[in-house]
């Protein structure tokens, strides 16, 4: 079965430094990877996706994802954090089913 | 972009009350529609999966006769909370899987539920 795994339950940067927000995956086949933004009491916000093609995707907001295929990772990154980035993460893979599976999800606070 | 409208964005209603939450796609056609519950501070719970015009699938240890979806068009799907109970009260998020612009996920706003 396809999974995701969000390491960190939280991440603290200060705004202005550049962020990371790591994502490992477990699929059989080629995986379909996505990374999306919820603030408080709000739906998710599509922030990029990686299908096929170059490693590094490039998304809304400056944000960027490396697909590392070795590392089985996905992590999503920033090169300056702002303070409005500060919210909640979660990483999903599509399973056979078409169906998205999303990891615990990481707050990301950035201070001032 | 693809855009789902959600509502309502919260609703209050008493126990035993039944609650319909719409989700409609803006522009596009939806060609499935999936249900999630949240928890606070907690990961998304797909409950169900609903193609149009045919019955939705559940996740194991969804109440089908609880929480019943409708997806009747190409554009609008329903969840109804019936005779909804305090352990009902959620987030609910609807996300949309739009068939023209390669299979990407649009998520709705969310319904705040809460049974008093």
């Known amino acids: 079965a396809q999974s995701v795994a969000q390491p960190e339950d939280q991440v603290n940067v200060a705004e202005g430094n550049p962020l990371t927000v790591k994502c490992t995956y477990s699929?059989?086949?080629?995986?379909?990877l996505f990374w999306y933004v919820q603030y408080p009491n709000r739906g998710l916000q599509f922030l990029l996706k990686y299908i096929t093609g170059d490693n590094l995707v490039k998304g809304s907001y400056g944000f960027e994802a490396e697909f590392n295929k070795s590392q089985t990772s996905f992590h999503l990154k920033k090169p300056s954090a702002l303070v409005s980035d500060s919210a909640l993460y979660f990483c999903a893979v599509r399973d056979d089913g078409n169906k998205l599976v999303f990891g615990a999800g990481t707050i990301l606070r950035v201070k001032s | 972009g693809a855009v789902v409208s959600q509502h309502p964005s919260w609703v209050i209603c008493k126990s035993g009350t039944s609650v319909k939450i719409e989700c409609r796609s803006l522009d596009f056609q939806a060609t499935t529609m999936f249900w999630y519950r949240q928890f606070p501070k907690q990961s998304l719970m797909l409950m169900a999966t609903s193609n149009e015009g045919s019955k939705a699938t559940y996740e194991q240890g969804v109440e089908k006769d609880k929480f019943l979806i409708n997806h009747a068009s190409l554009t609008l799907s329903t969840l109804t909370v019936t005779s909804a109970h305090p352990e009902d009260s959620s987030f609910y998020i609807c996300?949309?899987?739009?068939?023209?612009?390669?299979?990407?996920?649009?998520f709705g706003s969310g319904t705040r539920l809460t049974v008093v």
């Open positions: 996300s949309a899987r739009e068939r023209e612009s390669g299979y990407g996920y649009t």
């Open positions: 699929v059989s086949g080629n995986p379909y």
